[in-house]
């Protein structure tokens, strides 16, 4: 695994989506890499089962297309642009997906296994892992872990 702060560093956002985000979605308090965070409430228990089962997850959102259209909707056309970076929001935005990073790691491979079994996204690159699914399926996913 990367080292945490190096970890931490690549991950800290400073654009209004991250940084206002309680703004749209209702957020509750958790603890990720040691440092504590907010997350949306409707994610905490697949979050918090997740992190049961010794996954680390670095951003997440219920429904990143309304965060962003009420946020930041200048920065929608670009990021739901054809050409996307191997690891984007693409779908996630145009499909109004929930969505979950994570470090792909061997305690993490169940996960996207039953998203992309569920129909979902699953993108990757270097030691991260995006799944995007439709937030009905939250329940789902919390059962199988």
Same mark, same amino acid.
């Given at each position: ?45 697949? +979050?918090? %089962? #997740?992190? *049961?089962?010794?996954?680390?997850? $670095?951003?997440?959102?219920?429904? @990143?297309? /309304?965060?962003? &259209? ?5 920065? +929608?056309? %670009? #990021?739901? *642009?054809?050409?996307?970076?191997? $690891?984007?929001?693409?779908?996630? @935005?145009? /499909?109004?997906? &929930? ?7 061997? %305690? ?38």
């Amino acid at each position: 695994m990367p080292d945490v702060s190096t970890i931490r560093a690549a991950l800290a956002c400073a654009c209004p989506v991250c940084t206002r985000h309680g703004e749209v979605h209702s957020q509750v308090p958790r603890t990720v890499l040691g440092a504590p965070v907010t997350v949306d409430a409707e994610m905490a228990p697949l +979050l918090d %089962a #997740l992190a *049961a089962a010794g996954v680390v997850t $670095v951003g997440s959102c219920v429904n @990143l297309s /309304e965060a962003t &259209a009420r946020l930041w909707p200048a920065k +929608l056309p %670009a #990021l739901t *642009a054809g050409v996307q970076p191997a $690891v984007n929001y693409r779908r996630t @935005l145009v /499909e109004g997906l &929930a969505f979950v990073r994570l470090l792909d790691t061997e %305690a993490a491979a169940p996960f996207p296994s039953a998203v992309e079994r569920l129909g979902g996204e699953v993108l990757r690159s270097g030691p991260l892992a995006q799944v995007a699914f439709p937030r009905w399926q939250m329940s789902a996913l919390v059962a199988q872990l």
